[in-house]
């Protein structure tokens, strides 16, 4: 009686363990797509914000500046 019920739990529990595994796949592949959309969408507002759709031209700004560091940062780089 003891061990029929220790080998339901036993099935019972890698059961759960497969699950567990199966649901941590599932959050890593939303976590990619999350991260893909929020990117895409940080593209999309950035987009709109050079075409003059967005009023507020500052994010553009901000985002062109911040590009035009890192372009300086890689070329200094390279001339080391």
Partial sequence: ???????KMKAAH???KEENRRLDEQINLLTISNQ???RKFEDL??????????E???EAKIKINRLVRE???C???LNK
Avoid: E, P, R, Y
């Fill in 14 to 16: 890698q059961l759960l």
């Fill in 56 to 58: 507020d031209s500052h």
């Fill in 71 to 73: 372009i300086d940062k």
């Fill in 36 to 38: 893909d959309l929020t």
């Fill in 75 to 77: 070329i200094s780089l």
């Fill in 45 to 54: 507002k950035f987009a709109k914000s050079l075409a003059g759709v967005n």
């Fill in 1 to 7: 009686m003891m061990i029929g019920l220790h080998q």
